[in-house]
């Protein structure tokens, strides 16, 4: 399915399964903006989409976490693109371990970017998808579907941003907007890499899923017409040996 000249946000585009999406829907011959920190890491990736798909893109240095800048960030591509047609909330990350030795900087880090910077994001992107009838993805996590207790703040979080997203397909359904929930285990990504070792160094290419794998089931969503993809689970194939 074609997103051919459709607008596209993806927040946490600067690496992982948020640079990998950005590819995905530029081949798909979206336009793209690119959203997260990292300003000259998007430049980079915003340069190699137009290279290899001839799509236009926008860098939008944006913290998720500020509630004014994902403001601006929503405004400045619709002016942009003349609209918005698809919104991918990816932005997110893991920190500490376990409650008792989890400190407030590590539960605040992960609440204000995985469950605030949804909502702002979400919220402001709404009258605009209602507009063209678009899609709405959230990137939300097996650690969303079942309990972590290495990390249940990262778990609460994804849990979240499901129970979120199914509530709001419920008004923004009928309005004429799609939205999914598509669940990844382990991803070979900078994930974790605050606390130490990242996924893409922890595990070796075979034993988990790619980030490509992700963006695929993303575009897939991202490119419905007037279904919803409710929901996609992205596994690795032994997640549930010895369960
Ligand atoms: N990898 C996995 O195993 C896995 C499994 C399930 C779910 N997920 C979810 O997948 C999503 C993407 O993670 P990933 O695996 O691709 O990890 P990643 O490679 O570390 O990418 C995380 C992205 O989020 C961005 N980000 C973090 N804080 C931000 C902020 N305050 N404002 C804007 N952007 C911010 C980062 O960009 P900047 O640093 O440039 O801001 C980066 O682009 C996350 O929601 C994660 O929870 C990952």
């Given at each position: 399915?074609?997103?051919?000249?459709?607008?596209?946000?993806?927040?946490?585009?600067?690496?992982?399964?948020?640079?990998?999406?950005?590819?995905?829907?530029?081949?798909?011959?979206?336009?793209?903006?690119?959203?997260?920190?990292?300003?000259?890491?998007?430049?980079?990736?915003?340069?190699?989409?137009?290279?290899?798909?001839?799509?236009?893109?926008?860098?939008?240095?944006?913290?998720?976490?500020?509630?004014?800048?994902?403001?601006?960030?929503?405004?400045?591509?619709?002016?942009?693109?003349?609209?918005?047609?698809?919104?991918?909330?990816?932005?997110?990350?893991?920190?500490?371990?376990?409650?008792?030795?989890?400190?407030?900087?590590?539960?605040?880090?992960?609440?204000?970017?995985?469950?605030?910077?949804?909502?702002?994001?979400?919220?402001?992107?709404?009258?605009?998808?209602?507009?063209?009838?678009?899609?709405?993805v959230?990137?939300?996590?097996?650690?969303?579907?079942?309990?972590?207790?290495?990390?249940?703040?990262?778990?609460?979080?994804?849990?979240?941003?499901?129970?979120?997203?199914?509530?709001?397909?419920?008004?923004?359904?009928?309005?004429?907007?799609?939205?999914t929930?598509?669940?990844?285990?382990?991803?070979?990504?900078?994930?974790?890499?605050?606390?130490?070792?990242?996924?893409?160094?922890?595990?070796?290419?075979?034993?988990?899923?790619?980030?490509?794998?992700?963006?695929?089931?993303?575009?897939?969503a991202a490119?419905?017409?007037?279904?919803?993809v409710?929901?996609?689970?992205?596994?690795?194939?032994?997640?549930?040996?010895?369960?």
């Amino acid at each position: 399915m074609s997103l051919e000249d459709s607008a596209a946000i993806v927040t946490g585009a600067s690496s992982g399964i948020g640079e990998a999406t950005a590819h995905e829907l530029a081949s798909r011959g979206a336009r793209v903006a690119l959203a997260s920190r990292s300003e000259e890491r998007l430049a980079g990736i915003a340069a190699d989409l137009e290279t290899k798909y001839g799509v236009e893109t926008l860098v939008v240095p944006t913290d998720v976490r500020d509630e004014a800048a994902v403001d601006d960030l929503i405004e400045t591509v619709v002016d942009a693109f003349g609209g918005l047609d698809v919104l991918v909330n990816n932005a997110g990350l893991g920190r500490g371990d376990g409650v008792a030795d989890l400190s407030t900087d590590d539960y605040r880090a992960m609440m204000d970017t995985n469950v605030d910077g949804v909502f702002f994001a979400t919220r402001a992107a709404l009258p605009h998808l209602r507009e063209s009838d678009g899609n709405l993805v959230f990137v939300g996590s097996f650690a969303g579907q079942y309990p972590r207790p290495g990390n249940p703040v990262y778990a609460a979080t994804k849990w979240w941003v499901r129970g979120f997203a199914h509530s709001v397909e419920g008004r923004a359904g009928p309005d004429g907007v799609g939205v999914t929930v598509v669940n990844p285990s382990e991803v070979r990504t900078e994930f974790g890499g605050d606390d130490g070792e990242s996924f893409a160094e922890r595990f070796e290419p075979g034993e988990v899923s790619e980030p490509e794998e992700i963006a695929d089931a993303i575009g897939f969503a991202a490119a419905q017409d007037h279904s919803t993809v409710h929901e996609i689970d992205v596994y690795r194939r032994d997640k549930f040996e010895g369960w």
